[in-house]
């Protein structure tokens, strides 16, 4: 299955243009083994019903900032204007990637939740899917389209790029989503990415409260998290206190969680 | 060409069964966080200090592990936080990138960037506000990597430094996300571990601040202090973060370690007081029982089993027990007929153990807390390295932490430069 995908990705790179160009070609020597993380022994297919929607909590982990990308067909637009509101599940990938516990993984379960999604119309008007690569040199606007044909997605999947790394830093940065070229010992660039799958959950008010790697990244649990957070009367998301902005709010979220003792979640 | 749902479905469930295949095993680490594989150049040592030895602060100290690198066997760097905060344990963020680690006494967390230069860890950031975030949690114990956050256990509260504890989430970034205390009956804490293919936890349980950083001996002529110690481990639904059964497994179950194979559903702990290997077994109807297995050494003499390790194909159980200094190796192909296959002396006194991923070798040290090691001649302080080839260990190297002017070296976690430097090394 990988060296398939090497192939594949051998044969996408070629006409790509890119400020550095990649050598994708001496791939071909290399064990697969070595191009991508190992995270653990056996699988991490579930083996379980996830807790029902609402039936759990899930606590403010960071906030992050409104962003530029550029749509798959070319229009700029922001992060915050493609959620208007809506509960978000964000993925960062490139579309040459390899790695089978990274970007695929990251497609395939977006594409099972914008099926589940299409099949609720109710919901899927209150959440929105968004793949952003991190890769603008080779993923433009228009490859990205060639991938949204590709999943041919409902209404809630989005496609991004962005305009270069003067705008993709901040906005991997914001997200703590580490990406590194993944080089030959000459320097050389192999034309993929270092990168620890992250997919985020973002609530209305754009505080991120999960992030699933490759340990937990199930369409079902996934769903009944989105569900939880559309269930949700605005504002009610448990303190948690992380990302919040200004000392004196953070100071004040110290307090709360000072006086509150034992989490409400075990009482 | 659309991909269909069913393709879609085939493809998930092949990314699923495949993604995470791998040789081996790099013990005691988060299935969230990639394992460093092949030759590791470095271990990282979260040491106490040592009042009169070197500059008597706790300190991470970086050796070096590569026997193809001149820094072979020595100290490459040490980076010292200033005091002594019960230096214990510590682990890595989820991308790798940091190493968190935490004082059992004041309870302050260090974190050091590792990244950068792996041979040279930086402190990037001191947390000093664990008891105020957490809502008066203490002793900051384990460190569980979790996407994007950390997860630490915890050993006691600031009210009555007894045992009632909770569970305490940080993100990356060093912010408080939330605390979990630990349900009624079950309030001691000590160790945490994730299996997310069952989506369930399992803690274990040690005891309070009081008990911690009392002389051992003292503490052990103490009839009443030690009945404060932990009697159960929780099953936790991890997702929901909610405790969903208590199991009875008496005499302080400390270490825990998930089986890693398929179908591996269960678990194995030690007990110190009472000196047995438990396991933890998922039953037909989704539940946990707790069972003891096989007797640690004589347990009449308490020996004390403190940190263990679970071989990647879960056939090898690593047990050291610390008042005979004695690293036992328990054949656990059958989780519930451990057969000892190997017993080796390590040294005076021994505490922690760490394989790497592919099992070739093994490394330990030699500290269980300050107040609790050996005193006089007995109190060794070591890294020792052994190669295990599946019937013994063979000596490689080790590092006296006195002569060395360094204290008393407790948990280790490996370092590697192309791990860090994301090169590929063509015809690996």
Redesign the interface.
Known sequence: ?IRAALAALVALAGPAVAAEVAAPE??R???P???G????????????A??APG??TL????TVHDHPLVDADGRPTTLFTLKRGRVAVVAFIYTTCID??GC??GN??L??ID?ALAAEPILARRARLITVSFDPERDTPARMARVR????PSASWRFLTTRGDNELRPLLEDF?Q?V??????DGRW?GLF?H?L?V?LLDRENR?RN??????LG?A?VLNDIRTLAGEPASTA?P?????ASPTM?AS??RH???????P??R | MRLTGGMLLLILIAILLTAPSARGDETCMSPYMPKITGQEDYVYVWTLGVEGVGDGSDKLVTVGANPKAPNYGKVVSTVSVGGRHEAHHGDFTDDRRFFWAGGLDDSVLYVFDVAADPAHPKLARTIDSFVRDSGGVVGPHTFFALPGRVLVSALSNDRDQGGRTALVTYNNDGKFVETAWMPDKAEYGYDVRVQPRLNRMLTSSFTGRQNYMRDFAALLADPEAMKHFGNTMVVWDFHARKPIQTLAVPGAPLEIRWALQPRHNYAFTTTALTSKIWLIAQQDDGSFRATPVADIADPKRTPLPVDISLSADDRFLFVDTFMDGTCRVYDVSDPRRPKVVHEQKIGAQLNMVSETWDGERVYFTSSLLANWDKKGKDNEQFLKAYRWDGKRLSPLFHVDFLAEGLGRPHIMRFGQERFYKNQIFEGS
């Open positions: 299955m001496r791939l020597g290399v064990d083994a070595a191009l993380y190992t995270y653990a022994v056996g699988t991490f297919a579930p083996e379980y996830p807790p039936s759990y606590p403010v982990i960071q089978v516990a695929p993984l395939a379960v594409a099972r099926g044909a590709l999943y041919r703590g580490p590194a070229k993944l080089r030959f010992a192999s270092r620890v992250k985020f991120v992030i699933y790697s490759v340990g937990f369409p649990l448990p948690g206190a992380a990302g919040l953070a979220a110290r969680a000072a006086a509150r003792g034992p989490s979640r075990h």
